[in-house]
């Protein structure tokens, strides 16, 4: 298990940039439009895991509802394993509150679950698998 | 750069293990009392960076006012960085603004410095820079 990317909802991705790609010195290295979560992403490489910047696209995307509620800041943290479904098969197994049972499509064409934060103490916790036809193979530069 | 870690603070740690730990699998690797901070801490490998649980021992931890303030959660993130003056210096720089202007002893005999989430997007955001007597050389089983 690896830490993929920590998110960050951001009210404006350029604002924010100014302190993690000017300031702070990382180097952004994708874009990309999620529609289904109603967000525009960037990716910023910190060693191995990832900035993941986070800017709401609609009123409804679950960032804007964590924007109104809480503010900008970090929104959850994304671990990478080798199978989602046998990791969502054990989280279930040890109790876990699951708010995706089974894994759907997240950015760079990743399956991706979400465990509830109630079961991981306060925090959001994505799962992350990799694809053959996604991450890896898609790099984009911007 | 590269993440260091990503603390969370709980309420209880023995709490939060049984999720991170016997629900997700992850393994402990160090616990510690850092006094200055009146924190418990558990880390928790990830790949290459660490999940940090933090556990306040006094009512007077910044710990213990974050979870009065927000409950249990993601805290903070902490980047490894070469030579934590320097990075300082380029913050400062930069105009961000800075909860410690030099850097002072953190967990394991670390340097470490926070840069005020007012500068980082709403991120408490951590400098660690490892020392000789540090971190590296004191890795202890529990």
């Known amino acids: 298990m690896k830490i993929e990317h920590i998110g960050i ?6 604002d924010a940039l100014k302190f993690w790609r000017d300031a702070l010195g990382l180097g952004v290295v994708e874009t990309e439009e999620v529609a289904e ?17 986070l800017e709401p696209t609609s009123e409804s995307s679950p960032v804007a509802k964590f924007l109104e509620k809480r503010g900008a800041g970090i929104h959850h943290i994304a671990v990478r394993v080798d199978d989602i ?3 969502l098969g054990r989280l279930k197994e040890q109790g ?10 997240g950015a760079g064409g990743s399956l991706v679950a979400f465990v509830h934060p109630a079961s991981a103490g306060g925090v959001l916790l994505e799962l992350v698998e990799h694809t053959p036809a996604g991450h890896n193979s ?5």
């Open 9 to 14: 909802a951001t009210y404006k991705i350029d």
């Open 37 to 53: 979560q109603g967000v525009r992403v960037a990716m910023l490489p910190v060693g191995e895991p990832r900035i993941e910047l």
């Open 85 to 87: 479904r046998a990791a």
């Open 96 to 105: 876990a509150r699951l708010i995706d049972e089974s894994p759907r499509v």
């Open 138 to 142: 898609e790099k984009r530069d911007v």
